[in-house]
């Protein structure tokens, strides 16, 4: 496989409980930004394109200005939903760097909801249009909501228990309590206090649900020539990919193989790309949104068929940097913070570099999974170099 | 006729596209006039043959409930008071392959299960604000 672009930086904001930022959003991306350049110890100008994911607000036009780029050579964002396009920005980034269209591209977003609002709450008036209609006059709103429904059947589908759901939460908190940036660093969950908790929507205690978050994380992605003199070891971006399977491209639970997290062809693509298989990944970051389908995400993604996803998961069978197949090991989106997954990117990479606080030993194959349940879903793989 | 989640519950706008789902008093499925593939919910061309002219099927209306959730958590304001309650994911029996979302209406939450069969019923509403008469689908359990 030849590897054509390389992760030089890694940065972030502080993170804050949902609404509590001083900073704005976009100063929150800028100071992620320069954090991750000054990480690759480039100098700002150097940077030439942006690539994020649902990231409508702080627009490349306005960073260029306000970081003080040379040139803007490549902007770019991929289509469709939420945190499923979080390594879909990466492969783009990728793209533009291997293609020679870009030669320094962050990758980034940002999140302040106090100043922007929520994705968890649901905006309607008291009249729907279109396509809302066939769900939301039901009382189905919100992401939770759909994820619910994917979750219900594939745990009556394949005999999953609540158990494996609580495997999910645990690992998260678990790892959190290694990281001091981790927001639910200090609170540790047991099992008991998980199945205590209220239901937000069943089959989805209030453990299952990530939180909110405000704050930034942002990477640079160059090419290995220039990456030669730089101040941290690159990271090549093995593989990547995006994409749907077949007949799954029409949402309302109408998708072919209901219920699909979305990962049946991003698993196939991503594995031939690579030429690895899942047994070979030394660790795992999946983003949950909500627990339930990490579970249909992990099997799509070939980690074990869907009847032995719950035994793959039990046992503490995710948790620490031992674990069988070791997993979100910043504390993720449950754990760490909701950065709508980009945290699991930087953790990906540092990984990789040596530098997690739940660091896996003698890794080579770190692999970062986007947002399930909505379609399309994006990987990227990284590896030593 | 009350609904499931209360009379003050947001109403569709009908265009043209949804019209024939929420007012016929049936289970009214968009058909391609080409192929004469069902799809739910409705769209502009036809994934199956790509044609853009479209009927209708109506459905007998029975069915069995394919996934649910329990809402314990309100999103909206509106239904604060209204929680806990489900929304049903149906198959329909005569198009397998089509699922509509709906509220069983005649059981508790924790009464719907995967695999109990259902048969439409219809909340019938008369919109005083665009003056239209809507057919809102719903089910009801469908017992021996």
């Given amino acids: ?385 | 006729m009350s609904r499931y989640l209360g009379d003050a519950w947001a109403l569709p706008y009908l265009d043209p596209q949804i019209r024939p789902f929420f007012s016929s008093g049936v289970i009214r499925i968009q058909v391609c006039r080409s192929c004469d593939a069902p799809q739910h919910p409705p769209d502009d061309v036809c994934h199956a043959c790509q044609g853009t002219e479209f009927s209708h099927r109506d459905s007998a209306g029975l069915g069995t409930v394919h996934s649910f959730i329990i809402v314990h958590h309100p999103v909206h304001p509106a239904l604060t008071e209204r929680v806990p309650y489900a929304v049903a994911l149906i198959t329909l029996d005569d198009m397998p392959q089509i699922r509509v979302c709906g509220n069983i209406v005649d059981a508790a939450p924790e009464a719907v299960s995967i695999g109990q069969p259902v048969r439409a019923t219809f909340e019938e509403i008369h919109d005083a604000e665009t003056g239209e008469d809507l057919t809102i689908p719903q089910w009801e359990t469908l017992t021996g």
């Fill in chain 1, 1 to 385: 496989m030849q590897r054509r672009s390389v992760v030089v930086g890694v940065g972030e904001s502080s993170y804050y409980k949902r609404g509590t930022a001083q900073e704005t959003e976009f100063q929150l991306a800028c100071i992620a930004i320069r954090n991750a350049v000054e990480d690759a110890g480039l100098d700002l100008s150097e940077i030439d394109g942006f690539v994020s994911h649902m990231e409508s607000r702080n627009d490349p036009m306005r960073l260029s200005r306000a970081l003080g780029v040379e040139t803007l050579d490549f902007a770019a964002q991929p289509w469709g939903g939420g945190g499923n396009g979080v390594a879909a920005g990466i492969m783009l980034a990728d793209a533009a760097v291997s293609g020679g269209l870009a030669k320094c591209v962050v990758a980034f977003r940002a999140l302040a909801q106090g100043q922007f609002g929520r994705f968890g709450q649901a905006r309607m008036a008291n009249r729907l249009y279109g396509a809302a209609n066939y769900s939301a006059l039901y009382g189905l709103l919100s992401p939770a909501h759909i994820c619910a429904m994917q979750t219900r059947r594939f745990m009556h589908d394949h005999h999953i228990s609540q158990e494996a759901l609580a495997d999910i939460a645990l690992a998260c908190y678990a790892n959190a309590q290694l990281n001091p940036r981790a927001l639910r660093c200090g609170k540790p969950l047991s099992r008991e206090q998980y199945h205590a908790s209220r239901w937000i929507v069943e089959p989805f205690h209030l453990f299952d649900c990530c939180p909110e978050n405000d704050g930034a994380a942002a990477i640079v992605i160059t090419t290995p020539e220039r990456a030669k003199d730089l101040r941290k070891k690159p990271v090549p971006i093995l593989a990547a990919a995006q994409g749907l399977d077949a007949g799954d491209g029409f949402g309302a639970f109408n998708e072919r193989n209901f219920p699909t997290a979305f990962y049946r062809n991003v698993g196939k693509r991503i594995w031939e790309r690579s030429g690895v298989r899942p047994a070979d990944v030394d660790v795992a970051q999946f983003y949950e949104n909500f627990t339930g389908p990490v579970l249909i995400a992990m099997s799509e993604m070939g980690f074990a068929p869907p009847d032995g996803i719950e035994e793959f998961v039990s046992n503490g069978a995710l948790e620490g940097p031992d674990a069988r197949l070791p997993f979100n090991t910043s504390g993720g989106n449950l754990g760490e913070a909701y950065i709508h997954g980009f945290e699991l990117i930087n953790e990906a990479v540092r990984q990789v570099r040596g530098e997690s606080t739940c660091q896996v030993e003698n890794v080579e194959l770190s692999l970062a999974v986007a947002g399930p349940g909505f379609s399309p879903g994006s990987a990227v793989l990284f590896c030593r170099d």
